[in-house]
């Protein structure tokens, strides 16, 4: 059977599943706080339609952040919401319809999306999706030759920064954010400025085509021009910062709240969608071009602050 069909058939049977009773969902990685927020708002109901049932713990001991965290997590999910878990991937997607990758650590992505993958399960890919392009672009391409969707963002797409901001017209923008750097992950700003880097495409689409990286002290300014002329900026604040941005249209600049509304409820809401319908809200390749640009803006950085083009 063509792939298309497989895909359409199988979620057919999602669709029908979620007519009749909430989707179950399972998580992979309990490392991160967003395993135990994302659960609180499904299995406390803020969120209908799905389930959190069953998790693998996973975690990485060479991360402290992953390390200190995991146990910790796993027993709230565990005492607080009765999530059951189990003690691999596989065992884990035979207990639920789609699945939440949350482990904190970019580098098990790639070996966790294949045991999914086998599985034919639809997953979300928490930030950041991989540690290189070559591992993002390898979970891209076993996804599409197994017709499994998926898609990864920041919670930030959905925030009053871009609810303020967006829309057409937008010449350039600039946006800001936290960007600590992790030691294990060869992407530095994957780690966190995924987040403000994610605004920025959200707000300027994607067709970035080469990246300059500035690296400072406390802070890196990543300069970035579009094949149609305009040019964008990230700034990433370390250890941590405000989010924010500026557009620039014809009319003038606007700049975002200086304390702007975010939070997990969006994406939850998107995610559940995505699960319900196999249609990502962030498309694959605009996924796979931030991670592009983050290796132009590294390659960029190793180079003395040379203007490096996407790959």
């Not at 990246?211 to 990433?236: F, H, K, L, N």
């Amino acid at each position: 059977m063509p792939v298309i069909m497989l895909l359409l058939s199988s979620f057919l049977v999602f669709a029908l599943a979620a007519a009749a009773a909430d989707l179950r969902l399972g998580i992979v990685g309990t490392d991160t706080s967003h395993a135990t927020e994302f659960t609180k708002l499904l299995n406390g109901g803020v969120v209908q339609g799905a389930r959190v049932v069953a998790a693998y713990k996973g975690g990485s001991p060479d991360v402290e952040s992953s390390r200190t965290r995991v146990d910790r997590f796993a027993q709230e999910l565990q005492q607080k919401w009765s999530v059951e878990f189990v003690p691999d991937i596989p065992s884990l997607c035979a207990k639920v319809d789609a699945i939440l990758i949350e482990s904190v650590d970019g580098r098990t992505h790639l070996a966790q999306a294949r045991a999914v993958i086998a599985a034919k399960r639809p997953m979300f890919i928490d930030k950041p999706l991989a540690s290189t392009l070559d591992d993002a672009r390898e979970i891209a391409r076993l996804a599409k030759a197994a017709g499994v969707p998926w898609f990864s963002s920041s919670s930030l797409r959905w925030s009053e920064i871009t609810e303020k901001l967006g829309g057409p017209g937008i010449l350039g923008a600039t946006a800001w954010g936290p960007g600590p750097f992790e030691e294990h992950h060869q992407l530095e700003l994957s780690w966190y400025a995924i987040h403000p880097i994610e605004l920025l495409f959200t707000l300027m689409g994607t067709g970035c085509e080469e990246v300059t990286r500035v690296a400072g002290a406390d802070a890196d300014e990543i300069t970035c021009r579009w094949r149609d002329g305009r040019v964008g900026s990230v700034r990433a604040l370390r250890p941590y910062g405000p989010y924010g941005a500026v557009v620039f249209r014809k009319d003038g600049a606007v700049m975002s709240p200086s304390k702007p509304r975010t939070g997990y409820e969006p994406l939850v809401r998107e995610i559940i969608e995505f699960f319900k319908t196999g249609h990502p809200p962030v498309s694959n390749e605009e996924t796979l071009e931030i991670f592009a640009f983050m290796d132009a803006a590294q390659r960029s950085k190793e180079a003395g602050g040379k203007p490096m083009r996407l790959r």
